[in-house]
């Protein structure tokens, strides 16, 4: 990987980082305001399906999240497991994938 | 007569650490420790000092586990029950006992472009630098590096990464490229770029805990993460 | 490596990171479920009923907010102009963490 691959990994760490910031806190709040009282499926699913915000706010989420995750990884894998290259690269790849597969069907599934 | 119970590396990469009982005194170095060693105990004991009063970094070695100028490091403060281990530094090659190969370090040091390049000549006129701007006074903040390694030898990344250029080289790469007459910015930034450079750095701040000029090479190396993300995203990189 | 301030929060906020990229997946795949409809999703939800899964639900927003103080640090450490200060950001950071996860306990 060139080191101009390399410092636009790192810009799109911190551009989805600061994404993630913004989001996480919003849906720790959210959690924390939504779970008082308990969860039923019925009460969640109602509030959450058809909701057209939510919906797009929750795919900005997961991708965020396929960008962010794999990228952080990646020098935990090189500098505590020594695992570099292309191999590697690939591997991170594959996380992104389902990353991005299984929070898009959660997305779809609760919002849709 | 109170005595220091002092373990000092032996041999290169493979040896083993030997115990010497050095006489305690109220006002003692370390590099006094293991000068007396050389000197009365053991004259085979390699190590590397000069000017003894810190200003030319030889000294460093690890005390106790950290870094350190043993010529600035009083005893009193680092020792243990009367116990002190003393190893050369960490991640350098172990030439003998507490002497370490510096090469990598300034083979690095070249590598980050960390050399000064204007682009006047004796026949131009001097530029006019104001001493007060905010670059300079960055500038003011890194540029007392006199290449001790006690930086390079506290960072974990430097010890995870072989190819990690290091704080050191990275805050002169750092000092230049705020240097309005240095003509080499954009290739210094290539140089300090990516997994070997800059972007490694994951802002420990040990560099900033033991440098003993009060250096803090992270805010240098912050500084090229900015640099290199404006050079990028303006098409200069 | 001598445990100082910046050495811990840098670990902090790897080993948050690496847990919440293991948990991840298996919380989308729990919310998936509810694609099969509420009664899956139900079905799921009763089993979250259970102490030690409540238990391990504030662990994960801990780490959450483990995460986000350390990242917070590390943008603040990298983007603002350089003062003192930023070396107790570890603090700053870690207060940030323990107030979410305390208002996510007395939320439970």
Known sequence: MTFRAQTFLWVAQRASAAVLALCVTVHLATMIYSIRGGLSAAEILSRTRGSVGWFAFYALFVLAVTVHAPIGLRPVLGEWLGWRGRSCDLFLLVVAMILAGLGMRAVFGVFL | ?237 | MSAHTGYLAFLVHRVSGVLLTLFLPVHFFALGSALEGAAAFDTFLAWTERPLVKFAEWGIVLLLAAHLGGGLRVLALEFLPWRDWQKSLAAAAASLALAVGLAFALAL
Request: proline share 5%; glycine share 8%; with cysteine.
């Open chain 2, 1 to 237: 007569m109170r005595s220091l119970q002092v373990r000092v590396w032996r041999g290169g990469a493979q040896g083993a650490f030997q115990t010497f009982e050095v006489p305690r005194h109220a006002s003692q170095t370390v590099l006094d420790v293991v000068t007396h060693i050389q000197r009365v105990l053991d004259p085979t004991l390699a190590y590397r000092f000069a000017c003894r009063v810190g200003m030319c970094g030889s000294c460093a070695m690890t005390v106790n586990g950290v870094a350190r100028w043993t010529c600035r490091t009083h005893v009193d403060k680092v020792v243990n029950k009367d116990r002190i281990e003393i190893a050369p530094l960490r991640n350098l090659p172990v030439v003998r006992d507490l002497v370490t190969d510096m090469r990598e370090f300034f083979d690095k040091w070249a590598r980050a472009k960390g050399q000064f390049r204007g682009a006047r000549s004796r026949n131009d006129d001097f530029p006019a630098l104001k001493p007060d701007t905010p670059a300079r006074a960055q500038i003011d903040a890194g540029i007392e590096c006199i290449g001790c390694a006690v930086c390079y030898s506290s960072c974990d990344v430097v010890s995870w990464n072989p190819d990690y250029l290091g704080p050191a080289a990275l805050n002169r790469a750092w000092t230049l490229v705020k240097d309005e007459r240095d003509s080499r910015k954009i290739e210094r930034l290539r140089a300090v770029a990516g997994d070997a450079g800059c972007h490694s750095c994951h802002s420990h701040m040990s560099c900033t805990e033991r440098c003993p000029k009060q250096i803090s090479p992270t805010a240098g190396i912050a500084g090229l993460k900015r640099e290199i993300a404006s050079a990028l995203l303006g098409g200069e990189l």
